[in-house]
């Protein structure tokens, strides 16, 4: 594709802007919609404020590969592999395939299957060139494959079944979107919209070498004993493997909830102050803050170092107000190292209580001591329950040393 081409981005049945492809420069546009500004909402806080955009409408893509050139509030609506695999599957042989694919071209195709709240469409009244047409029309057919897709049961299938959803979602592990009949249990595609009968999951595939699901599932449940608010979520077996299933926070009662992660409102910042910023930047409630310090100690204790931006969320209300996401991604890490993702007090590892209380201190949060003592008693009794979801014995006595090691060190 080499002309300028368009797509309408969408939110709650609203055109809130449209995003331009830029041949020449090789990059991507946004530009707030008049109907949009003329709104009380801010849907995309800080990084792309509705006030300033007034005066300064135009939004580039960012040049970090994790935005794939994309501004990065609208970056999360493409995963890693941005869904692609119906498409290699079903036109294997189509030209097409062999030319790059503009970011554009890809929301095409992703249409109204992204997480969150945001959709993009094409234009019904403009002429389109083909390329973008012919995703476009993939597009349907996908979604009508996926309509097609029903299971009687989680419980009485097999992983091959499951996984003909379609296996791409955010992130690095396999997740399959899955949606729950909460009166039946039969199991339809979560890419698509169902009725308020439904319920949204994310199912992760685990790895039996790395005891995968099984980790997460034990550092969900001690983060419930440290007062972390989760999802509800689950260790199910499938073909005599465990898998983590976790109930999605973007979608309740058959509507879209809209989701900004730290990174997207603040592409350049990597550090846990900077994410207590932007957290009082949007007038979070007091209790949110305070939420959020429990994860940073909670995160540094368990030696949870995939602490990286994309894993800290915020969520809009339809007034327009802003909340902590639930926590999610909360587990050890597959490989042994010690640095952390984010930063704090310039550290990314060893960290002190004097690192911590630093934060406690410049927000205000008087019962850090309270919030202390329950992070440890959480993890008082990690091996058995480890143990008791799976965990080998010597993979659980290696996180128990880890976590014992943090402690000492932060009591240092």
């Given at each position: 594709?080499?002309?300028?081409?368009?797509?309408k981005?969408?939110?709650w049945?609203?055109?809130?802007g449209?995003l331009?492809?830029?041949?020449?420069?090789?990059?991507?546009?946004?530009?707030?919609?008049?109907?949009?500004?003329?709104n009380n909402?801010?849907?995309?806080?800080?990084?792309?404020?509705?006030?300033?955009?007034?005066?300064?409408?135009?939004?580039?893509?960012?040049?970090?590969p994790?935005?794939?050139?994309?501004?990065?509030?609208?970056?999360?609506?493409?995963?890693?592999?941005?869904?692609?695999?119906?498409?290699?599957?079903?036109?294997?042989?189509?030209?097409?395939?062999?030319?790059?694919?503009?970011?554009?071209?890809?929301?095409?195709?992703i249409?109204?299957?992204?997480?969150?709240?945001?959709?993009?469409?094409?234009?019904?009244?403009?002429?389109?060139?083909?390329?973008?047409?012919?995703?476009?029309?993939?597009?349907?057919?996908?979604?009508?494959?996926?309509?097609?897709?029903?299971?009687?049961?989680?419980?009485?299938?097999?992983?091959?079944?499951?996984?003909?959803?379609?296996t791409s979602?955010?992130?690095?592990?396999?997740?399959?979107?899955?949606?729950?009949?909460?009166?039946?249990?039969?199991?339809?595609?979560?890419?698509?919209?169902?009725?308020?009968?439904?319920?949204?999951?994310?199912?992760?595939?685990?790895?039996?070498?790395?005891?995968?699901?099984?980790?997460?599932?034990?550092?969900?449940?001690?983060?419930?004993?440290?007062?972390?608010k989760?999802?509800?979520?689950?260790?199910?077996n499938?073909?005599?493997?465990?898998?983590?299933?976790?109930?999605?926070?973007?979608?309740?009662?058959?509507?879209?909830?809209?989701?900004?992660?730290?990174?997207?409102?603040?592409?350049?910042?990597?550090?846990?102050?900077?994410?207590?910023?932007?957290?009082?930047?949007?007038?979070?409630?007091?209790?949110?803050?305070?939420?959020?310090?429990?994860?940073?100690?909670?995160?540094?204790?368990?030696?949870?170092?995939?602490?990286?931006?994309?894993?800290?969320?915020?969520?809009?209300d339809?007034?327009?107000?802003?909340?902590?996401?639930?926590?999610?991604?909360?587990?050890?890490?597959?490989?042994?190292?010690?640095n952390?993702?984010?930063?704090?007090?310039?550290?990314?590892?060893?960290?002190?209580?004097?690192?911590i209380?630093?934060?406690?201190?410049?927000?205000?949060?008087?019962?850090?001591?309270?919030?202390?003592?329950q992070?440890?008693?959480?993890?008082?009794?990690?091996?058995?329950?480890?143990?008791?979801?799976?965990?080998?014995?010597?993979?659980?006595?290696?996180?128990?040393?880890?976590?014992?090691?943090?402690?000492?060190?932060?009591?240092?």
């Amino acid at each position: 594709m080499q002309k300028n081409t368009s797509i309408k981005v969408n939110m709650w049945g609203m055109c809130i802007g449209e995003l331009y492809w830029c041949p020449d420069i090789h990059n991507t546009l946004f530009s707030f919609s008049n109907s949009y500004l003329k709104n009380n909402l801010n849907v995309f806080p800080v990084i792309a404020d509705r006030k300033s955009a007034i005066t300064n409408n135009t939004f580039y893509g960012e040049i970090n590969p994790i935005h794939k050139l994309l501004p990065s509030f609208l970056s999360e609506s493409l995963s890693d592999s941005w869904e692609r695999e119906y498409i290699v599957t079903q036109y294997k042989d189509s030209k097409r395939l062999s030319q790059e694919t503009s970011p554009i071209e890809k929301l095409a195709y992703i249409r109204n299957r992204c997480l969150g709240a945001l959709e993009y469409y094409i234009d019904d009244s403009l002429n389109y060139d083909n390329d973008l047409n012919w995703f476009n029309q993939i597009a349907e057919e996908y979604e009508k494959h996926l309509r097609e897709i029903r299971i009687p049961s989680l419980f009485k299938t097999d992983l091959e079944t499951i996984c003909s959803f379609g296996t791409s979602s955010v992130g690095l592990r396999p997740k399959v979107l899955l949606a729950l009949s909460k009166k039946t249990g039969e199991v339809r595609s979560g890419q698509i919209e169902q009725d308020i009968n439904y319920e949204h999951y994310i199912l992760k595939i685990g790895e039996p070498k790395n005891c995968i699901a099984e980790k997460e599932i034990s550092y969900y449940q001690i983060a419930l004993n440290a007062g972390i608010k989760m999802m509800p979520s689950y260790l199910i077996n499938i073909d005599g493997e465990g898998h983590f299933i976790t109930k999605r926070y973007d979608r309740a009662n058959g509507c879209k909830i809209h989701t900004l992660s730290f990174a997207a409102i603040a592409p350049r910042s990597y550090s846990y102050e900077d994410l207590f910023k932007v957290a009082v930047s949007l007038k979070l409630a007091r209790e949110d803050i305070i939420e959020l310090y429990r994860r940073l100690l909670f995160n540094i204790v368990t030696h949870n170092i995939d602490d990286h931006a994309r894993n800290f969320s915020f969520i809009m209300d339809a007034k327009g107000n802003w909340s902590l996401a639930p926590a999610y991604d909360i587990t050890y890490p597959i490989t042994e190292h010690n640095n952390h993702n984010m930063t704090l007090n310039g550290k990314n590892e060893r960290f002190r209580m004097d690192d911590i209380l630093s934060i406690a201190y410049s927000c205000n949060i008087l019962n850090h001591e309270e919030i202390y003592h329950q992070v440890l008693s959480s993890v008082s009794n990690l091996n058995d329950i480890l143990r008791k979801n799976g965990v080998s014995k010597k993979l659980s006595d290696n996180i128990c040393k880890r976590v014992s090691e943090n402690i000492r060190c932060l009591q240092s």
